[in-house]
């Protein structure tokens, strides 16, 4: 908690600064993303003869994140963020709030890669107490405002007999560096 503390008033400090020097160096991102699974019934089912889902993937899940943070010069992000993840073959719906550091460099001339990572905490809605630390990676391509990305997550719940539940996600990011 001491590590999202210091966070934060990293974060407002480095506001209050720069808007006395009327520099803008904030950012806002907003995520919106599809979990994928492994398809377990990628062949015929007994209860329905003669009707097949070949696909690979399926659908397992939505998730929105939010986060606010510094940036330098739209190439480096330190934020703090936090949204909900909802898991349908696990039945959880959890909220992570974690540190995300992200590098976007320009590869051509509108063009941006973006690589995130992030460290945190998890907690599960609906469950009691349960938590653990989440943990996710991501890789992308877009533009200075808007990204698709494919990432993976990890939120270290003990639940169904599994120690983490895992999953990877795709999905677009919208950011604001001129907020």
Known sequence: ???FLSTFVFVFFANSFVQA???KITYIQ???S???TGNTERYES???PGQKNQDWFVPDGLGSKIGYGVQYKKWITLGIHSGVDW???DKLVAVPIYLNLGFHPK????TRLTAQAGYGKGFALGRGNLSGEYRKLRIGIGTDDFTIFIETAQYDIVLHNEESINSINLGVS???FDY
């Open 87 to 89: 898991k349908w073959d």
């Open 46 to 48: 007994e209860d329905y």
């Open 174 to 176: 919208i950011l604001s």
């Open 107 to 110: 590869v051509g001339e509108n």
């Open 1 to 3: 908690m001491k590590y």
């Open 21 to 23: 020097q009327n520099k």
């Open 30 to 32: 907003f995520d919106v």
């Open 34 to 36: 599809a979990s994928l």
